[in-house]
């Protein structure tokens, strides 16, 4: 999956990065591990984080809030497209799209308000275009054979939902968010389609698809650009905002989504906090 990258400086003077890859087994030690050799860069951090356990999700966050007393730019950029279910029993695809980046966040914000001004970058993409969500309905599996793919574009309209809401509700904290379309990027994405429709997607992505560098510079766009705190909740593709799709807009649509979100990932952390610590309320705990 594609890495998530919560940086600890303000925008544009990004000096301590510490970074995830979501799905990455944990090495030996628990903690952050240094890894220059992969990005020429000594204050990159990698930190196991797997979108697909909301356990994991707060284990991140506990640590992260634990070594780091500031957060000014997180980017949730982990995206997949594939069948199956979750530890959870959500969608594989909607959890570490939605789920897991929503809790994440959830989990970091007072930090970012702490550390404001700071900024929000959801990767989503034009697939929302495509996307149909049930806020009384959350995570069920896509019907019909492009069931996966629906999935995903279910997926993705919840980024630019979550992106518009997040930034109602954090309106005059000098925490703004953005939605963004990278583009088409030639990633691994897709690695779990079906074996009969690799054939035709090999090609397509050497052909016409964007290398990761090219994808990268719209999130980087929102993420470094002074200027952009009016656009907060917008939608961006190639670094210019833009109208997302009428149900991308829909600001009911949005709150219902949140709430939605909120009460299913209440239940599960609830759960989960039966199994370790039934002392805990889940408020606090969350």
Request: charged share 20%.
């Amino acid at each position: 999956m594609a890495s998530l990258l919560p940086s600890c400086s303000p925008p544009g003077q990004a000096r301590r990065i510490p970074l995830s890859r979501a799905g990455r087994a944990p090495g030996p030690a628990a903690g952050p591990v240094l890894c220059p050799q992969e990005t020429g860069n000594a204050e990159v951090l990698f930190m196991h984080l797997d979108l697909a356990s909301l356990r994991s999700v707060r284990a991140f966050a506990s640590a992260f809030l634990r070594q780091e007393p500031h957060l000014h730019l997180l980017i949730n950029n982990a995206g997949v497209s594939a069948g199956g279910r979750t530890e959870d029993g959500y969608g594989l695809t909607f959890q570490v799209n939605h789920l897991g980046h929503f809790l994440l966040t959830q989990l970091l914000l007072e930090r970012l308000q702490r550390s404001a001004p700071s900024r929000v970058v959801i990767v989503a993409s034009r697939a929302h275009c495509s996307g149909r969500l049930d806020p009384a309905a959350l995570g069920r599996p896509a019907r019909g054979a492009l069931r996966t793919f629906q999935a995903y574009c279910d997926s993705k309209l919840a980024n630019v939902l979550h992106a518009r809401e997040l930034a109602t509700r954090l309106q005059g904290t000098e925490v703004t968010c953005y939605a963004v379309h990278p583009g088409f990027v030639n990633t691994e994405l897709f690695r779990h389609a079906p074996l009969w429709l690799k054939p035709l997607l090999v090609p397509l992505a050497w052909l016409f698809f964007r290398e990761a560098a090219e994808g990268a510079e719209t999130p980087l766009y929102c993420a470094t650009q002074e200027g952009l705190e009016r656009f907060s909740g917008r939608y961006f593709a190639d670094c210019r905002p833009r109208e997302p799709w009428p149900q991308g807009r829909d600001d009911g649509l949005a709150r219902a989504l949140w709430e939605a979100t909120v009460i299913d990932v209440t239940l599960l952390i609830a759960v989960l906090l039966s199994d370790c610590c039934p002392e805990c309320s889940t408020t606090t705990c969350l």
